[in-house]
């Protein structure tokens, strides 16, 4: 969530209604200086590692999460990517048994509900705006002009 939310409730219905359910038991505080598409893609690395692959579409869809994001950070983002990530999400939810696979895209729902923009310039500008996407455009420099994680493109 942006920091326009900091003040709302830390209760379940009031974080579920902004996309950001409780339940998982971390809270991640993140700054400006912070990639959130890199974010994403260690969490979702995490749940590739953890997945048992009981169930297909947590096994396949956490690998294949990854791997767009790989491709993503690495300049070879394409349109329709975050199409995809959403579509293999959706899978994921309705059909994973346990709640490490309905839970997987999460972190990716949330974040691009509130920083599209950011996945935005990785696939279209192949620019990151922290630096931290090495193979992408972007500096720290820019970072700061941007201010903290408002939505707002830094050129
Ligand atoms: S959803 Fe649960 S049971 Fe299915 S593969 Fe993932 S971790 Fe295993």
Redesign the pocket.
Known sequence: MPASELEMLTEFQAMTAKGAPLGSGGVLVLDEDTCIVDVVRNIAEFNEE??????F???KG?SHIVRIFDNIIRGLGQEGDIEKLQEIGKT?VAG???????LAPNGLNATLRYFRDEYDEHIRDKHCRTGTCRELRGTRREAAAAGPHTGQVAR
């Open positions: 953890e997945s048992c692959g009981k169930c579409p947590c096994r956490t994921m994973s048994l346990c709640g490490l696979g309905q």
